[in-house]
Structure formats: C-alpha cells, structure tokens
C-alpha cells in the first residue's frame, strides 16, 4: 500500500518570503501522480499543483513549483512570493498510474501554512 | 456551473441514529469518493465507485454505507455502528480513464454527534 507523509505539522513565512513544504511517499509502482492541495478556511479542496512520474521535468504553476526526487521518493511545494492568501493546510497527495485501484488518492496529514504580514 | 454539491453544509446527529449525506455532481464523471476528515489527519477514503450499481470498500468503511443508482448521486449512509462519526465529510469525483483527470471535490459537510 501507498503511504504518503508529510512531517511539518505547521509553517510560517513571511510575506513575500518563499517557503517549501515536504513531502515523502512510499510506493513500488512506477506509474502515478502526485498532487499537492490547497485547503483554506473555506475547507474547498483546491488543487495546485500535479506532477506525472514519468515526466523528469519539475511542474511550475506561477508562484508554485515542485522539486520532485523520484529515487528519493520526495515531492516538495515550493511557493515563492508568499501571499496572504497562501495561508492554509497544504496537502500532499498520491494517485496510483492504474486505473484498477480506483485511482483513489492517498493524502498526508497536511501542513498549515501561515503567512505573516 | 458544473460542479459538485454536497448538502447539508452542517449536520446534527443523534447519538443512535442514521443519516445520509448527499452529494451531486453534474460534471459527467465516472469514478466518485468519500474521504472523511479528522484534525490533525489527512483525508481518509470510505468508499468509492467506478461505475453505476458498483462501488468499493475504502480504508474505514466500518459503519458506512453507499449507493451508486444514478451517474451524478453518491450518497453516503453514516450508521449508527460507526463509533466515532464526528468528522468533517468531503465528496470527490473524477472522469475515468485518460492520464490527466483531476478529482474536484465537495464543499463538505461537517457531521456532529450530540
């Protein structure tokens, strides 16, 4: 079974500052997804970033990039320029290649990120 | 606007008692979820469905129960057997197939044993 783990219960930035937001995941399958989700007081589920496995290219969305190590089994969030609007439990995620698992995602337990004025 | 309604936003339940959450998508999707929500955890899933009339046992289904009979209903029976029902619900749903379909997910629905 896939498991997925997320160590830093809380984090803090300053405005403005870049904060990164780990994630390790263990599994031996070759094809699968990782996500990271957004989830603010609002408790929507947003997705902000998706990182195929096969692809060795690190996926960008704005001010959000990942740093994915496939061998170390590491998917870390990077936000640059933190907002105020960043602030919220951050969610790492993993979705099996093989559409026969149902392509359920597993999570972590969530990183609250705080942004300080 | 498509999208995926869970209703009701916030539920009371007696100590004993059964009740369904509901959740609706119009977005055409195969594959729907229930994840359930604790502090301090990450989502867990309960049940799942791939297809119409067909559905499958997640992590903790012990004490839940589902129905698939129409595409765009997913809802989600908490029976009195679950021992700890206080949590905050989420449902999910996903296109099949193709290698870049997201899950889009619920609002909630926030469930209180009193």
């Known amino acids: 079974a896939q498991t997925v783990t997320q160590s830093q219960p809380e984090m803090s930035v300053q405005e403005a500052e870049t904060v990164t937001l780990s994630c390790t995941y263990d599994t031996s399958e070759s094809d699968y997804y990782l996500f990271w989700y957004k989830q603010p007081p609002s408790r929507q589920m947003i997705l902000v970033i998706r990182q195929e496995a096969y692809k060795q290219q690190n996926a960008t969305e704005n001010r959000f990039s990942v740093n994915f190590q496939k061998a170390a089994k590491s998917f870390s969030l990077k936000i640059s320029d933190s907002q105020l609007g960043d602030a919220a439990m951050y969610f790492c995620a993993y979705r099996s290649g093989q559409e026969t698992s149902g392509s359920r995602l597993t999570f972590g337990e969530g990183t609250q990120l705080t942004v300080n004025p | ?114």
């Open chain 2, 1 to 114: 606007d498509g999208g995926i309604t869970q209703s009701p936003k916030y539920l009371f339940r007696k100590e004993g008692q059964n009740v369904t959450l509901s959740c609706e998508q119009n977005l055409n999707h195969d594959a729907m979820y229930w994840y359930r929500q604790d502090p301090g955890q990450g989502l867990r899933l309960i049940y799942y469905s791939q297809i119409v009339n067909d559905f499958q046992k997640g992590d903790i289904a012990e004490g839940y129960s589902v129905s698939r009979e129409k595409k765009e209903s997913f809802p989600l029976t908490v029976t009195s057997a679950q021992k700890n029902p206080t949590a905050f619900y989420l449902c999910a749903s996903r296109r099949s197939g193709g290698i870049n379909t997201e899950a889009f997910f619920g609002q909630g629905t926030r469930l209180t044993v009193v």
